[in-house]
């Protein structure tokens, strides 16, 4: 039985597997309308989300089976004060399958250790979320047609924000990525993540301006400032605006490169800008449901097995 805890969960040949699968299941939805009767996911949020957690249903009741499940750590007994592990052992009794999100940094984890079910990370605190990688890895592929020789341009919190931290654990197994770091001083790329980066000799810059590197990029990717890991609000109003993607500066991009954002988004692409056919960010969001389909039928499929 598998769980998905991290994007390196997948080989690359693994994760290619599932981006055809899921590609698969975008043009020939009927083929995979019953293929989960039957079975029930439940979703256990533990922090606020509405894209994660609906994305979820959504592919399950897509593919025929149910969704049970609590949004809100105070709807649930982690309110009495019952742990993660006895959580996931009585969720097991009711489900065949779990996503999990968490403001905790490993409690998916420990969920996974004790379960008897398959649990998938949806999120745990400023960590990890690799069905948003999934998510942005199908993206690029649908849309470039390859996962390979890119310059990617991360721009924003890359501090706090999980799905940057994923995205780049994910993307250092393809050939030639050129990474480009935009952020503010306070919320640079955490160390360990550049560590990793000079150990595997991968190629990355630190920037500042957006507008300086914006001509260079086949890929933008844009995160929101994560206000809810602040500590103080002064920190979080000084830099909520620090970057807003309008039409000017998509005039100095290349006419083929894409934006790309986890959503949900606040001030940091403009609205003019959803008209340009480089924004992709409303497609991503439907690559999600059919990139959790395709991995809700794949870790299903390793429980029978
Ligand atoms: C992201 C998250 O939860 O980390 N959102 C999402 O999953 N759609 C990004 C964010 O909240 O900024």
């Known amino acids: 039985m598998r769980h998905l805890m991290s994007p390196l969960d ?81 969720i097991s009794c009711f489900a065949d399958i779990c996503a999990m999100r968490h403001p905790k940094e490993g409690a998916p984890m420990v969920a996974a250790s004790r379960s008897s079910i398959p649990v998938i990370n949806a999120g745990d605190g400023g960590h990890q979320h690799p069905t948003q990688t999934l998510t942005d890895l199908l993206t690029i592929r649908a849309i470039k047609g390859r996962l390979d020789r890119f310059t990617i341009g991360l721009c924003g919190d890359l501090k706090f924000g999980r799905t940057v931290h994923s995205l780049i654990n994910a993307l250092v197994r393809y050939e030639n990525i050129n990474f480009i770091f935009i952020s503010p001083e306070e919320l640079t790329i955490p160390d360990y993540i550049i560590e990793m980066l000079r150990e595997k000799n ?11 590197v914006i001509p ?59 008209d340009d056919p480089r924004a992709v960010y409303f497609r991503q969001v439907k690559y999600g449901v059919y990139v959790r389909m395709a991995l809700l039928l794949t870790l299903l499929d390793s429980v029978d097995k």
């Open 216 to 274: 260079k990029l086949d890929i933008l990717y844009m995160t929101r400032v994560q206000k809810e890991r602040f500590f103080n609000e002064e920190d979080y109003v000084r830099l909520k605006d620090y970057y807003i993607l309008d039409k000017e500066k998509m005039e100095l991009a290349k006419s083929d490169m894409i934006v790309l954002h986890p959503l949900p988004r606040v001030n940091e692409i403009s609205v003019e800008v959803d």
């Open 202 to 212: 991968v190629s990355f810059s630190e920037v500042r301006k957006l507008e300086e």
């Open 10 to 90: 997948f080989s690359t040949e693994e994760l290619d597997r599932l981006f055809t699968l899921a590609e698969d299941i975008e043009k020939n939805p009927a083929k995979y309308a019953h293929a989960c009767e039957g079975k029930k996911l439940a979703t256990c949020f533990y922090e606020p989300s509405t894209r994660t957690r609906l994305s979820f249903e959504s592919a399950m009741l897509s593919l025929g089976g149910q969704v049970l499940g609590f949004s809100d750590a105070n709807s649930s007994s982690a309110a009495k004060g019952e742990s993660v592990s006895d959580t996931i052992r009585v």
